[in-house]
Nanobody, 124 residues
Framework: QVQLVESGGGLVQAGDSLRLSCAAS????????VGWFRQAPGKEREFVAA????????NYADSVKGRFIISKDNAKNTVYLEMNSLKPEDTAVYYC?????????????????WGQGTQVTVSS
């Protein structure tokens, strides 16, 4: 079983930066594909970013491309989401997810393990 715990959310102003962390227990991230998703009030959860299991391949939603960076630190067994130039529309609960089956995926249905989420609020 894999447990994921997100941290690093908070209240910031537009243009600020935040770094979210996702720590895993029960399995190392070197054997997992990882994704970040978010859900804004009244909206469906959506894909934000993903990183592959081994070769570090990444993919981003168009809305965050060029502003967000996903990375893995296998030594710390932690995945990060660096968020820059934040906008009010980035306000959401951000979730970390992991897949032990897929090498690399952006589909929510492919992820087996989910964290509890961390709130990010960006004021204008």
């Amino acid at each position: 079983q894999v447990q994921l715990v997100e941290s690093g959310g908070g209240l910031v102003q537009a243009g600020d930066s935040l770094r979210l962390s996702c720590a895993a227990s029960g399995r190392t991230f070197s054997s997992l594909a990882v994704g970040w998703f978010r859900q804004a009030p009244g909206k469906e959860r959506e894909f934000v970013a993903a990183i592959s299991r081994v070769d570090g391949r990444t993919n981003y939603a168009d809305s965050v491309k060029g502003r967000f960076i996903i990375s893995k630190d296998n030594a710390k067994n932690t995945v990060y989401l660096e968020m820059n130039s934040l906008k009010p529309e980035d306000t959401a609960v951000y979730y970390c997810a992991a897949s032990a089956v897929w090498f690399f995926t952006i589909s929510q249905s492919h992820y087996d393990y989910w964290g509890q989420g961390t709130q990010v609020t960006v004021s204008s």
